[in-house]
């Protein structure tokens, strides 16, 4: 432990650690929290969470979460496979299937355990069978830039649980450039043989840039290679993307038939802690047999299926969206609305969707900018530093005010001057 003690001691010295906060009441978009290193309370209003559509608070989507509750019990206490899974797993997958237009869908706790069922059904066929033998070889595209759970399922694909248990054949991984369609076409005129099964994965909305991958074009790659797959992630598309919210393929006026109609097998990954008010995750596909084949799956039976009260509630809210369809314009309108006010003020924001990434001016360091922001403005938002070009990320959602939104960059302008005295004060 000595390495970790003095690893962990350094990340403290570099300010590197994440301030802890915890949330002592939330009402909308206006929260109480606490600072745990200062102790010190603030009455702040959120810019970070991923509650897109407000759902979280609604009352049809918290009595449907208690009443679950009220019939199942707190937990299912065992995994689908092996114990069964109840009522509402079952309306869940059939609405998330008329949703996003593919026949066939399967719930996991998150998108983690869902990706790595994905790799390892499809890749090694999880469950040996008597006399069946699986030869051929898969070759897995990647995005740079997708999210850390396709990353770490793709990273770990050739070495799934399923190749210990079978002779399954090699999973090759290639990443292309970040939505660099030419680049993804070279690497597969490079990499991809004959008899390979070819997967393409992508996130739809990428998580830290807030752009969105260009399906049309990946379309027109991918069509050359019969057979292939194409995984997209919805996480941030769902509810946010399209006219009535339904994601990725509604935004193109597409749909997930007309993908399959070009020989291109399309898979989605639909999650529920953005747009549906809550936790999980859900495969959907044409084939009943790939559906199937992830029940089969160590990530399926090796662990305990979504609770009824997250399972009720991520049904509720799909259904509300539903219900309410204006709400994905909502949010599109205060999402340009927000980028209109940065763009004025000279802010950077990258992307294009409601998660709005703001590289700060040189030598601005993204923790201490938010921190100021929450300490002397009550406004809260998420620093990140982590990764190559550190950033504010602010994500919009629709029960932002337009005078929340003018307070935030009203702040941020503030923010900045501040920081600009020191930095003049220092030279
Ligand atoms: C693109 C993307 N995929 C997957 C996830 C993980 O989703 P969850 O934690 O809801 O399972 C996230 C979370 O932020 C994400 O941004």
């Known amino acids: 432990m000595e390495i970790v003690e003095e690893y962990m001691s350094r990340v403290h010295d570099a300010d590197l650690y994440p301030d802890h906060y915890v949330i002592h009441q939330k009402q909308g978009n206006q929260l109480t929290i606490e600072c745990e ?15 897109i559509l407000g759902l979280s608070q609604n009352e049809a989507v918290k009595r449907a979460a208690i009443e679950a509750i009220e019939t199942y019990g707190t937990t299912n206490s065992s995994c689908a496979t092996l114990c069964g899974r109840i009522d509402v797993h079952r309306q869940l997958e059939q609405e998330i299937s008329r949703f996003k237009g593919l026949p066939h869908t399967y719930l996991f706790l998150n998108a983690w355990m869902a990706l790595q069922a994905v790799m390892d059904g499809f890749c090694h066929l999880a469950i040996p069978v008597p006399d069946f033998r699986n030869t051929r070889e898969t070759l897995i595209l990647t995005d740079i830039q997708n999210h850390g759970c396709i990353t770490s399922a793709v990273v770990n694909a050739d070495s799934r649980s399923g190749k210990l248990l079978t002779q399954s054949p090699k999973v090759r991984v290639k990443a292309y450039r970040h939505i660099n369609m030419d680049n993804l076409k070279q690497k597969l005129e490079r990499f991809a043989r004959p008899e390979d099964r070819i997967v393409v994965v992508s996130d739809a909305v990428f998580s830290m840039d807030g752009d969105i991958v ?3 074009q990946m379309l027109d790659v991918l069509e050359r290679y019969p057979g292939c797959v194409l995984i997209l992630d919805e996480a941030h598309s769902s509810g946010a993307l399209g006219a009535t919210g339904r994601g990725i393929y509604e935004h193109f006026g597409l749909s997930p038939q007309d993908v399959k109609d070009r020989g291109i097998e399309p898979i989605i990954m639909t999650t529920f802690s953005k747009f549906a008010a809550s936790a999980g995750a859900a495969i959907s596909s044409y084939s009943k047999a790939f559906i199937e084949l992830l029940d089969a799956c160590p990530t399926s039976i090796g662990t305990i299926s979504p609770p009824p009260s997250t399972t009720a509630a991520a049904l509720e809210a799909v259904r509300q969206l539903q219900q309410q369809p204006d709400l994905p314009r909502k949010l599109r309108e205060n999402t340009a609305f927000l980028r209109r006010l940065l763009r004025d003020q000279g802010f950077e924001a990258l992307g294009e969707t409601n998660v709005v990434p703001i590289i700060l001016p040189d030598g601005m360091a993204p923790k201490q900018f938010a921190k100021y922001l929450l300490e002397t403005m009550d406004i809260w938002v998420s620093p990140v530093w982590f990764i190559a070009k550190p950033r504010l990320r602010v994500v919009v959602n629709v029960s932002h005010s337009q005078e929340d939104l003018c307070n935030l960059v009203d702040a941020m ?10 930095f003049k004060s220092a030279c």
């Open 37 to 51: 290193q200062s102790g010190k309370y603030y009455d702040a209003i959120n810019f970070g969470s991923n509650d």
């Open 413 to 422: 302008v503030n923010t900045r001057e501040a920081f600009s005295d020191v």
């Open 214 to 216: 260009p399906l049309p």
